[in-house]
């Protein structure tokens, strides 16, 4: 079992950055492919980025390649998503899962969920 609490976001100019944390508990996290989605308003949750259990494979939705970067320390049972150059479509709720590998969770997302943290970018 994997509980995931995400933090970070909040209300940014475009242009700017924030970084989304997802912190998880449980003995089994550095198992886990990670990933990130995101919802906005009316509109069906999707693919934001995914990274294996290791790092050694990262995976990005072809809208924010070039200014996300998702990263984990398996030490501090957290993963991390760096957002730089926002843009006002960028706002959504942020979800954080957790998954057995990189390439599900990038495809249909993981076994576990967060509750998500609002990302909103005024432009």
């Known amino acids: 079992q994997v509980q995931l609490v995400e933090s970070g976001g909040g209300l940014v100019q475009a242009g700017g950055s924030l970084r989304l944390s997802c912190a998880a508990s449980?003995?089994?996290?550095?198992?886990?492919?990670m990933g990130w989605f995101r919802q906005a308003p009316g509109k069906e949750r999707k693919f934001v980025a995914a990274?294996?259990?290791?790092?050694?494979?990262?995976y990005y939705a072809d809208s924010v390649k070039g200014r996300f970067a998702i990263s984990r320390d398996n030490t501090k049972k957290t993963v991390y998503l760096q957002m730089n150059s926002l843009k006002p479509e960028d706002t959504a709720v942020y979800y954080c899962?957790?998954?057995?590998?990189?390439?599900?969770?990038?495809?249909?997302?993981?076994?576990?969920w967060g509750q998500g943290t609002q990302v909103t970018v005024s432009s």
């Open positions: 990274i294996g259990w290791d790092s050694g494979t990262t």
């Open positions: 899962t957790a998954g057995l590998s990189s390439t599900l969770v990038a495809a249909r997302g993981g076994d576990y």
């Open positions: 449980g003995r089994t996290f550095s198992t886990y492919a």
